[in-house]
């Protein structure tokens, strides 16, 4: 697939928005050793607003682009949940927009411009930099991999396996980070040793892209 349209990516973020909802109990979990115990709370409520709100009409049968429809994702993130992490797991998702003006389908090069300028803008607003044990650990391995993929021609579907793959290996480096940002750091050694909650969700939402434009091709 080198091309996708506003309709495939409705799919494909409603289905991150259930894999998040779904992971809610591992994510509490997790954040229960090294934090507060809210993350996965806090990340059912956003996707689950994120999903009604991407439910409520047929992008493509409206004619609107994928431009509106991640600005309606992350809009739904920051309106509802709230604090840092309505700020930066919106800006995941509207970071971005400029790279997605106008345009009706995305190329694998636009995906991966979009995401790289998400990346940067989280890293502007967290002050977060590789090895703060963040989200950021598993984004910007995936973000790296995408422009590598872009780069060697790859189709959609291929890119975003590696990607999904590559945020998992962010996911296992932040296991041997001590936390440095956010709640957490109020941990410090206890935090050595597991993965954090942040990241675990990122690779999770980089996994349910890659099986929903999987099963597009």
């Known amino acids: 697939m080198q091309n996708i349209n506003v309709a495939q990516l409705q799919k494909a973020l409603l289905h991150v928005?259930?894999?998040?909802?779904?992971?809610?109990?591992?994510?509490?979990?997790?954040?229960?050793?090294?934090?507060?115990?809210?993350?996965?709370?806090g990340m059912r409520i956003g996707f689950s607003a994120m999903k009604k709100e991407l439910s409520k009409c047929d992008y493509m049968q409206e004619k609107r682009i994928p431009y509106d429809l991640f600005k309606d994702a992350g809009m739904?993130?920051?309106?509802?949940?709230?604090?840092?992490?309505?700020?930066?797991?919106?800006?995941?998702?509207?970071?971005?927009?400029?790279?997605?003006?106008?345009?009706e389908v995305l190329s694998l090069s636009d995906l991966a411009e979009y995401f790289a300028i998400s990346t940067s803008k989280i890293q502007q607003r967290g002050k977060v930099e590789r090895g703060d044990k963040t989200?950021?650990?598993?984004?910007?391995?995936?973000?790296?991999?995408?422009?590598?993929?872009?780069?060697?021609g790859k189709t959609i579907e291929d890119a975003f396996m590696e990607a999904q793959l590559a945020a998992k290996e962010g996911v296992e480096k932040s296991k041997n980070m001590i936390s440095r940002k956010g709640r957490s750091k109020n941990f410090r050694d206890k935090t050595y040793g597991h993965a954090d909650s942040g990241a675990v969700s990122t690779s999770l939402i980089f996994e349910a892209l890659s099986e929903a434009f999987s099963s597009e091709s």
Do not use: W
């Open 17 to 41: 928005c259930d894999k998040i909802i779904d992971a809610e109990p591992m994510l509490t979990e997790l954040d229960t050793i090294i934090g507060d115990g809210d993350h996965g709370f």
């Open 76 to 103: 739904a993130l920051i309106r509802v949940m709230g604090g840092t992490s309505g700020v930066i797991f919106g800006t995941l998702f509207i970071g971005g927009l400029p790279a997605l003006e106008k345009k």
């Open 135 to 152: 989200m950021y650990d598993a984004l910007i391995e995936a973000c790296e991999s995408l422009k590598n993929s872009s780069q060697e």
